[in-house]
């Protein structure tokens, strides 16, 4: 299993830009497929992007045009840069891991980060 610490989290204004950085340790990092996921206050959590052990990425289509999911295995750490951002991005991000895609897209699992606040706002 993975502990994962995410960072990054900010206030920003509408249409700028973030990078969140989630750091994993404890485990094969190379073999995980890795996940964002999003919480706003009053809503569920709802996945963001993810991506493969392969790098194959898929997104939720409110993002899909601004944000980008990346993986550095040398570091790893697992990205998810954030651009053009609104304030219905406003949110606590996490991280999520798993070997199993299936898994980590249905929100189940195994290693949860504690996550990052995320606020947009002028």
């Known amino acids: 299993q993975v502990q994962l610490v995410e960072s990054g989290g900010d206030l920003v204004q509408p249409g700028g830009s973030l990078k969140l950085s989630c750091a994993a340790s404890?485990?094969?990092?190379?073999?995980?497929?890795m996940a964002w996921y999003r919480q706003a206050p009053g809503k569920q959590r709802e996945l963001v992007a993810a991506?493969?052990?392969?790098?194959?990425?898929k997104y939720a289509g409110s993002v899909s045009a601004r944000f980008t999911i990346s993986r550095d295995n040398a570091r790893n750490t697992v990205y998810l840069q954030m651009n053009s951002l609104k304030p219905e991005d406003t949110a606590v991000y996490y991280c999520?891991?798993?070997?199993?895609?299936?898994?980590?897209?249905?929100?189940?699992?195994?290693?949860w980060g504690q996550g990052t606040q995320v606020t947009v706002s002028s």
């Open positions: 999520a891991a798993d070997r199993r895609w299936a898994r980590v897209v249905g929100g189940i699992g195994e290693s």
């Open positions: 404890g485990s094969i990092f190379s073999s995980y497929a």
């Open positions: 991506i493969t052990d392969g790098g194959s990425t």
